[in-house]
Every structure is written in C-alpha cells, then in structure tokens.
C-alpha cells in the first residue's frame, strides 16, 4: 500500500530554517505530483507547495513565495521542503500528499489521494 511519511519537523526560532522530508513508497514516485499542505488547531488546511513528478512545474502558496522551496529526488521517492525565514504564522503540522500526474486541481487538497501522518513544525518568537 501507499505509504507517506515526513520528518524533519521540530522547533525553530523564527528567523530560522528548517527542512522537511517526505520520503514515499508503493508508487511509482516520478509519476506523481507531490504537494506539502499544513494545518493548525482551528484552521481550514493550506496548501503550501507543490512539485510535478518530472521535478519541472512548482507551485507556492502566495504566503510562502521566497521563503520556501520544493524539491525531489525520484531515485530517493522523497520530496522535501526547504523553509527559510520562518514566521510563528508557519507553526503547523505539515502534511505530505501525492496524486497521480495531470490530475485535479493543483493547490486543492481534494485533488490529492494520498497523504502522509504529518509533522509538527514550531515557530517560536
């Protein structure tokens, strides 16, 4: 079965970087969009950034432009999120999904079929 698992998440002083890896398996990675989505306690889910399988098309939420890069290694099915600059705004658990290449809309969650269990990123001030 698909399986999604991030890691890399902690906590960070604001100002401060952090990289987060999602490392997938029982699908064949480079056939896959892949997207980072993160949620807070009593927020609606945003999307954050997302990456085509052939490691060409990126995506960036409008809140993360400059700060945040995607990237992947197909050899290693594993997609990251390099984060820069990070704000307390960024304190989230951040989720990892994929859906199959050319499918749905790309910045809505509903489009992804597969999801990671998340990791929770803190942002002190």
């Known amino acids: 079965q698909v399986q999604l698992l991030e890691s890399g998440g902690g906590l960070v002083q604001a100002g401060g970087s952090l990289r987060l890896s999602c490392a997938a398996s029982?699908?064949?990675?480079?056939?896959?969009?892949m997207a980072w989505f993160r949620q807070s306690p009593g927020k609606e889910r945003q999307f954050v950034a997302s990456i085509s399988g052939g490691n060409i098309s990126k995506y960036y939420a409008d809140s993360v432009k400059g700060r945040f890069i995607i990237s992947r290694d197909n050899a290693k099915n594993t997609v990251y999120l390099q984060m820069n600059s990070l704000k307390p705004e960024d304190t989230a658990n951040y989720y990892c999904?994929?859906?199959?290449?050319?499918?749905?809309?790309?910045?809505?969650?509903?489009?992804?079929?597969?999801w990671g269990q998340g990791t929770q990123v803190t942002i002190s001030s």
């Open positions: 029982g699908l064949t990675f480079s056939g896959y969009r």
């Open positions: 999904a994929g859906v199959a290449s050319n499918s749905g809309v790309i910045r809505d969650g509903l489009t992804y079929f597969y």
